[in-house]
């Protein structure tokens, strides 16, 4: 009986064992990632794959519409509005704003169902470069471990960069530069205030 007992707990602590290195070695898969989107572009996200296999269920021939285009060609009409809109203390936190987390908690608790968010620029570009959009509390940890490494390996202005380039701006349509051509005709460069808006 002893021995079946040092047995069962050899593994557990063998299986425990065995799940916290996939565990450390995901998270590094997703470190070495970010750290090579310093200084190269992703050329597509988990979301973009994953819209684009919904997109084809309809469409098989469907084709995402994506240009990547640098910082300095993006106006800056679009990214003061979109600072603005989705992250107004964007340049002054660290991946989390904690107020706005705390505001959408209290909305969603009194309505009694899901009507705000409190995700920053940085949380959502965690979850559009590697998750899916499912409402989870693992998928919410995993977003805030990659948000955690964004921060601390890119600039603002690089998340910022990235983020411009991957979110979706319509039907298929990622990143400003195809938005820009698709919506108004023009490069992502010349948006006007009123067309960022």
Known sequence: MLRLLK??????GYTILTALIALVLVQFWFFLHIWYWVDHNPSSTAFMDARLERLRE???N???????VPYARISTNLKR??????????????GFDWDGIRTAYERNRQKGKVVAGGSTISQQLAKNLFLSGERTWWRKAQEAVITIMLEAVMTKRRILEIYLNVIE?????????????????VPASELTPAQAA
Do not use: C, T
């Not at 469907?62 to 990547?68: C, D, K, S």
């Not at 701006?169 to 005709?185: I, K, S, T």
């Open 62 to 68: 469907f084709a995402l519409q994506q240009r990547w």
């Open 81 to 94: 509005a979109i600072v603005v809109a989705e992250d107004a203390k964007f340049l002054d936190h660290e």
């Open 169 to 185: 701006w319509g039907n298929g349509v990622f990143g400003a530069e195809a938005a820009a051509q698709y919506h108004f005709g």
């Open 58 to 60: 309809k469409a098989p």
């Open 7 to 12: 047995f069962i707990g050899r593994s557990i």
